[in-house]
């Protein structure tokens, strides 16, 4: 019961290192493999194209994608496009991550008051799912056009527009996981708290709360990677300057004559990805650290 | 020690679901006073409503019917001045917080400040013989571990009147007896009151000085058997003559009970 981290922890951590870089080289081989075997035209099933080109148009080499990362951004330019491609991607980073604290927050908020009252539950639940269902990039350019009616100094600031994006994404399996963890208190351990006649709120910080981390865990988890959705997709549709979409969109443009290059955006927004939920799984272990746990 | 008695019922009753089809009885007419100091066991079979009463008597639920006070106050107000501890089978503890800090949890609510806190903590752990494990996780823990860990939060705040709902229930029967005589050591030493709760005669009869016998349908009194086997209790008085005549007449009394009720028809199971 005490060592859930089974028997050969070094062991398996070891592994878990080894898995990441021999994931990057299968699908690395996967691509190379298609490319050299695949029809160059493509292939079709009844007129509509199932299988992607395979020329070096559509689907550039590994390496090519790899040298050009090092190579000027724009020709007679001594910036490489890595350094540009790393600092859009960090810019939106931190994007993402103001807009990950910010929805989360938002997220445990309302599940505090849709705990605490039923009727705000029953009040706001369908509105969250609903919120959920609309397409996201419609929201963007709404948000944006309410920002620039609402003040003139708004509506340059388009990263605010992807920070409530962001939010927007991102509250919601925050505010779903938190409200059944604090639905989901030990009815004993409600019932000690009662006895030592607990005011709610204490009961709510000093046990519901930790009593529903577990459930907080996986939920923000969705979370992290819904922010990042929310800024890039937003970036992409509003053209946020210095963000890693901007870059995707702007690369995108210039395909046709260099390919590669739209892969670097793209390397960078899946770096983004990465790092976020690395940064959520470093969170969540330190919520869970102390605690008796399968999953180590 | 004070003349207040630490619990005192008339006419006690409770209801549940009044105005329904599902009308349950709890307990109907419960005379009970404990004096400040005494251990007193509730015993009967399932459904009796010993359970119920205990938490009556915790203001966890309200009574239907009848009076109640705690430490002559009502049971609200005891509530609210943490005049008692509680333990319940399972131990409860907060599984994200470390031994001592779960001893220190009524001391939180009560608003202590961290010193005096953490020095009543380690006071409760020596008496409960955890004095090395304040910083262990309850899951590292056995079962009995866990239990006194429990039994030491429960006295924390040094409340005059322990309340206790088959809190060995779960252990095995080495175990328990140990614990058993654990309790009555603890007691002894904090001069607390004790209401405990159990299923099995021999712990009801080794811990109390008076055994209250209760009835099902509906939850009421049938007899209180004075156990007059003395305060000082050790692994002999588990083998003593008084010790077994007084198993078999708690033994007697629930089976009058199980008599009566086939006399009217009634199934226990």
């Known amino acids: 019961m005490a060592d859930a981290s089974g028997a050969h922890p070094r062991r398996s951590r070891l592994r878990r290192a080894l898995m990441f870089p021999l994931a990057f080289v299968l699908v690395a081989s996967l691509w190379e493999f298609y490319k050299a075997i695949g029809p160059a035209k493509g292939g079709s099933i009844l007129g509509i194209r199932v299988l992607p080109r395979t020329d070096d148009q559509s689907m550039s080499h590994v390496w090519d994608m790899w040298s050009r990362l090092w190579q000027p951004e724009v020709r007679g330019n001594s910036t490489r496009i890595i350094s540009v491609v790393a600092q859009a991607t960090f810019y939106s980073l931190r994007v993402s991550l103001l807009a990950f604290v910010l929805g989360s927050a938002l997220g445990i908020g309302l599940a505090v008051l849709m705990a605490r009252f039923r009727i705000a539950e029953r009040a706001l639940m369908p509105h969250l799912v609903i919120s959920q269902t609309v397409p996201i990039i419609v929201l963007a350019p709404l948000i944006a056009a309410l920002m620039a009616f609402a003040s003139r100094d708004l509506a340059s600031k388009t990263w605010i527009a992807a920070v409530i994006l962001g939010v927007f994404l991102s509250f919601f399996p925050v505010a779903l996981g938190t409200l059944r963890g604090l639905q989901a208190t030990p009815p004993a351990a409600l019932e000690l708290m009662d006895s030592l006649a607990s005011p709610w709120w204490k009961t709510l910080t000093k046990l519901r709360f930790p009593a529903a981390v577990p459930y907080l865990a996986p939920a923000l988890r969705l979370a992290g990677a819904a922010a990042v959705v929310g800024v890039v997709v937003a970036e992409i549709s509003l053209g946020v300057r210095s963000g890693v979409g901007r870059l995707i969109l702007s690369y995108g443009q210039e395909a046709s004559t260099d390919p590669p290059k739209l892969y670097a955006a793209v390397f960078g927004a899946a770096a983004l990805g990465l790092i976020m939920a690395s940064l959520v799984v470093a969170v969540d272990r330190t919520l869970m650290r102390n605690r008796p746990q399968e999953n180590s | ?269």
Not at chain 2, 74 to 103: C, K, P
Not at chain 2, 132 to 149: E, T, Y
Not at chain 2, 231 to 237: F, G, Q, S, V
Request: net charge negative; charged share 25%.
């Open chain 2, 1 to 269: 020690m004070s003349d207040i008695p630490a619990v005192e019922a008339h006419g006690l009753g409770k209801v549940f679901n009044a105005d329904s089809a599902n009308r349950v009885d709890a307990l109907v007419d419960i005379d009970l006073t404990i004096v400040p100091g005494e251990f007193v066991s509730l015993i009967g079979p399932s459904g009796c409503g010993k359970s119920t009463l205990l938490r009556l008597f915790a203001d966890l639920i309200e009574p239907t019917s009848g009076s109640l006070t705690v430490n002559g106050k009502t049971a609200h107000q005891a509530r609210l001045d943490q005049d008692y501890g509680m333990a319940f089978q399972q131990s409860g503890l907060f599984e994200w917080r470390s031994v001592e800090r779960n001893i220190e949890l009524p001391l939180e609510l009560k608003g202590w400040d961290k010193a005096k806190r953490q020095q009543r903590s380690a006071e409760m752990l020596e008496l409960v013989k955890l004095g090395d494990f304040a910083k262990h996780m309850p899951w590292q823990l056995s079962g009995g571990m866990q239990q006194r860990v429990a039994i030491a939060r429960s006295l924390a705040a040094h409340p005059q009147l322990l309340l206790m709902d088959e809190p060995f229930g779960a252990l095995d029967e080495m175990t328990r007896e140990h614990m058993q005589a654990e309790l009555l050591r603890i007691c002894a030493t904090m001069h607390t009151t004790v209401v405990f709760v159990t299923h099995s005669i021999p712990e009801a009869v080794y811990l109390a000085d008076r055994v209250v016998v209760m009835s099902p349908r509906p939850g009421r009194i049938v007899d209180i058997v004075d156990v007059s086997l003395g305060r000082e209790r050790d692994e002999l008085t588990r083998e003593a003559t008084t010790f077994f005549e007084k198993v078999t007449e708690v033994r007697e009394a629930l089976r009058g009970i199980e008599m009566s009720n086939q006399a009217r028809g009634i199934e226990d199971r």
